[in-house]
């Protein structure tokens, strides 16, 4: 017995426990990657794709931004294109 204390896997044991610890370190990383990759996707270009123009438009009619002639003569300017 070593000062106290008692291991039955014997020499392996910190094998086990560095490769434990590898796991988890990794698992992390790869958390904390997908987290950032998914987020920056998301902020990039919320308006990308088709009809995004036209969603644009609506959004500033509705919020004011733009009054009716100005959304009209926008509105079909995209639909002609």
Known sequence: MMYGYENDWGAGSWVF???????VAGAVIVSVLA???SN???TAAPYAGPGSARRILDERFARGEIDESEYATRRDLLSSS
């Open 40 to 42: 920056r996707a998301n």
């Open 17 to 23: 426990m560095t490769l434990l610890m590898l796991v």
């Open 35 to 37: 987290l950032v990759r």
